[in-house]
């Protein structure tokens, strides 16, 4: 296979994903988008981590909302867990990986607040570990994942499921709806605030 047939096959997939999760997931990712929407509204905090590809996705997301999107607007609270690479390393060393998100949302998380979870296997323990740390501190989770879901799937409070085994078309789709999520949400603040 070329590279013209590979970037045509690569494409074809991704609008494939596109079609069969567009409609399906539509109305949770409205409600998603209500949800974050009404956190920030009532002065609560977006939390986004993940691993690797998806730590990279965590933190661009975090990003949207806390300088802009669309529109020039006040900030918006949104911290990505995977960027501190002090707290990540002595907590790592510490208390072992499992712990460095869990460790910062008990320091950060406050009833009230959102964690969204990236993951595309649903089955890293810091991961889970994080969403356990939320629920007893009444922070809602988001999973963003893929492969079934995972164990994740049936510990979060919304688990969007990409429903692929593809690690990159399951990243991009969560990027993609993590950005539909922000454009709602962003248009829903900056009314609130009007």
């Known amino acids: 296979m070329n590279g013209g047939e590979i970037v045509r096959r690569r494409l074809q997939e991704l609008k494939e994903l596109v079609d069969l999760v567009a409609d399906p997931l539509g109305p949770e ?15 609560g ?36 867990l995977t960027t501190d690479t002090s707290v990540l390393t002595a907590g790592a060393n510490d208390l072992g990986f499992e ?4 460790r910062q949302l008990e320091a950060f998380g406050r009833e009230g607040d959102l964690l969204f979870l990236h993951s ?4 890293s323990e810091n991961l889970l570990r994080a969403a356990e740390v939320a629920s007893s501190i009444q922070v809602k989770t988001v999973g963003f994942l893929a492969r079934g879901g995972g164990r994740l799937a049936s510990v979060v409070d919304h688990a969007v499921v990409i429903p692929t085994d593809s690690v990159p078309r399951a990243q991009e789709m969560h990027l993609v709806l993590g950005h539909i999520i922000c454009e709602l949400a962003e248009a829903k603040v900056m009314e609130g605030r009007a």
């Open 99 to 102: 712990e460095v998100f869990s």
């Open 29 to 43: 990712i409205e409600i998603l988008a209500a949800e974050v929407s009404q956190v920030l509204l009532r002065g």
């Open 45 to 80: 905090k977006l939390f986004f981590c993940g691993n690797g590809g998806s730590a990279a996705d965590a933190q661009h997301l975090a990003a949207e909302y806390v300088i802009r999107f669309h529109h020039h607007r006040a900030p918006m609270p949104a911290l990505a």
């Open 120 to 123: 595309t296997s649903g089955e």
